[in-house]
């Protein structure tokens, strides 16, 4: 029976992870095409019925380009870095709160909080062995950046868990069956959605990769494989931090279409803003981590803990 409780566990698992896959792949063609209307142009629509078949075309030409290491690099770190950092990002996915095949546990939150703190390692060794200035500088800020708002997500999400008093993701469904949390903590469910943005490094955080000053940042030096790694685990994290918006702010899980379509929604919107907002100033990122969300967050953690005590 345990034998046959494992292998299902390990099935289950094969099909998140390809799903994962295949779920990164289209966001990649949904973000070409978004951008692409934006700008007033077709996107990709060559290859396969309007350009459907274009995330495999170019995952095929990655993986099968020729692989180049610097000559000076710490070729071990320089190699497995990028590897280390995609298995981080689809071990997150076992928090995925299913009815059945259950791998998500009690202390899911604290499981995410861990997997994206050692998330920051893999930028900064990808940063630092390419042994290239440029790699370092974009490896340096990302880690700064990240570093900051993974405490502004941390007291953010505070918030919720006193509500709840739980760590378990399963539970956020039934204390929103009445009312989502979104409505009860707007400004916290916004200043989320954009401590997200700053923590996979997107548009208009994306210092990591500033490509007018650092020439690409820290994954200047990766091409091929290597670069394909990062290039998925950077995706694989918004749909995850999708995943958890919807999960936190919009409902809990549940097994339908408009459980996956509010993944949708805030997938696009990390497109949206992509495609509409201009870079930030890196002082004001910091600024905004340190001294705009973390008193917001600690002050609305305050504000919860005495609703909570009236309500016991």
Known sequence: ?????????????????????????????????????????????????????????????????????????????????????????????????????????????????????LGVYTLMIAGWSSNSNYSLLGGLRSVAQTISYEVSLALILMSSIIMLMDFNMMNFKDYQNLIWFMYIMFPLSLCWFSSSLAETNRTPFDFAEG???????????????????????????????????????MGGYNLSLFFYLKIMLISFLFIWVRGTLPRYRYDKLMYLAWKLYLPISLNFLLFYVGLKIMLM
């Open 211 to 249: 490509e007018s000053e650092l020439v690409s940042g820290f994954n200047v030096e990766y091409s091929s494989g290597g670069f394909a790694m990062i290039f998925l685990a950077e995706y694989s994290s918004i749909l995850f931090m999708s995943l958890l918006f919807v999960l936190i702010y």
């Open 1 to 117: 029976m345990l034998m046959m409780d494992m292998m299902l566990i390990f099935l289950g698992v094969l099909i998140l992870i390809l799903g994962v896959l295949i779920g990164v792949a289209f966001l990649t063609l949904l973000e070409r095409k978004v951008l692409g209307y934006i700008q007033i142009r077709k996107g990709p629509n060559k290859v396969g019925f309007m350009g459907i078949l274009q995330p495999f075309s170019d995952a095929i030409k990655l993986f099968t380009k020729e692989q180049t290491y610097p000559m000076y690099s710490n070729y071990l770190s320089y190699y497995f870095s990028p590897v280390v950092g995609f298995i981080l990002s689809l071990m997150i996915w076992m928090l995925i709160p299913y009815y059945f095949n259950m791998i998500s546990f009690n202390l899911g939150i604290l499981f995410f909080l861990c997997c994206t703190s």
